[in-house]
């Protein structure tokens, strides 16, 4: 097994909209991409994912991180309709795996 194939590439919402604007990948990462990349999806890239999969290796696997804010979940911890519009968006997808992400604290509830 090659190092790099060890390795999970984490991109920023921003690093994703760069490359979408035609910015070019790193040449090492040019000459042989990691297998598995995680990606912090925001508002915009939600109402944009079939554009994002055409920017990896056919063989990349796609994993969304969807940050939960305040307002996201209602006081039992369930989704509201806003989240679960998020997440329904991903369904359909190539994202092969979601990663939910929050600043949540027990006593503070979601920061």
């Not at 984490?10 to 070019?24: E, F, I, M």
């Not at 990948?25 to 890239?45: R, S, T, Y």
């Not at 806003?82 to 006593?107: C, G, M, N, T």
């Amino acid at each position: 097994m090659d190092w790099i194939d060890a390795l999970t590439l984490r991109l920023t919402a921003g690093d994703v909209r760069n490359r979408l604007a035609g910015a070019k990948w790193p040449e090492f990462l040019e000459a042989h991409f990691p297998g598995l990349v995680e990606i912090e999806l925001d508002d915009d890239l939600l109402h944009r994912l079939d554009e994002i999969a055409p920017l990896f290796p056919g063989s990349t696997i796609l994993s969304a991180v969807v940050r939960i804010e305040r307002g996201d979940v209602d006081s039992d911890l369930r989704p509201t309709s806003v989240l679960q519009k998020k997440l329904e968006s991903l369904i359909p997808s190539a994202f092969d795996i979601l990663s939910i992400a929050s600043d949540y604290d027990r006593k503070r509830g979601i920061t």
